[in-house]
């Protein structure tokens, strides 16, 4: 009896091992099944967020596109703008006869007289035109450069101011010397390293010495009119 039951206790112990080992095999297998599953749900939710951020970045690339093409054609819409609303410049034409001629190589006719300011000359001088044409002695005295030179064919005579040139005005202001003045064209006027010359040399104007602003009538040739 006592053999027969330390058998039945070994037996029992064997099959309490045996079911350990069962038990112990099986949680090993559910575990590692559990961890498969859990490895599938991670790589699925890998790949759907790879996806998922794939078509994202396809979107925000599309938008980005977009946007680009929209700018672009904004800009383009703004050029054609600017094109139409700036007016195009003339076309150049081939036609030389039409075009301005060129400026003459001096601007200053009067520059070999000494003379700077051309167009204070042509002011004194018309001033003095209109004086001789109104015969204002007056005003006429005032555009000659004292002392006067007049000349006739016996003699020179020197006229030394204002008061003396009035006194004999109409000895030396004659109708031809007055005639030739009035009606001397601004362009035909003959200019040397001596003066402006008017006529055939009746009268002769350059700038004061000590005054280059001044301008008056410095010589008067009676003889030219009578020859």
Known sequence: MPKT????????????SLT??????TFVALAG?????????SDAGGSTSVIENGAGGNRSGSAQSDKAAKE????????????KSTPSAPATSS??????????SSQNPFEVAGIQDPKAF?????????????NDKEKVAN????PLRVNDSEKSLTIPNKEDFIAKYDQIFTDAIREALVNQKTDDLFV????????????????????????????????????
Request: with cysteine; charged share 20%; proline share 3%.
């Open 5 to 16: 039951h330390e058998f039945g206790n070994q037996k029992m112990s064997r099959r309490l």
């Open 20 to 25: 350990a080992i069962l038990l112990t095999l």
């Open 33 to 41: 099944c559990g961890q498969d599953k859990n490895a599938e749900t």
């Open 72 to 83: 672009s054609g904004s800009a383009e819409n703004s050029g054609n703008d600017a094109q």
């Open 95 to 104: 036609d030389t006869s039409s075009s301005p001629s060129a400026p003459n």
């Open 122 to 134: 042509l002011n004194t001088f018309k001033a003095l035109q209109k004086a001789v044409a109104d």
């Open 143 to 146: 555009y000659i450069l004292y």
């Open 192 to 227: 040397n390293y001596q003066g402006v010359m008017v006529g055939s040399g009746e009268l002769w104007l350059r700038r004061a010495t000590n005054n280059p602003k001044l301008f008056g009538v410095f010589s008067i040739n009676l003889e030219t009119v009578a020859n």
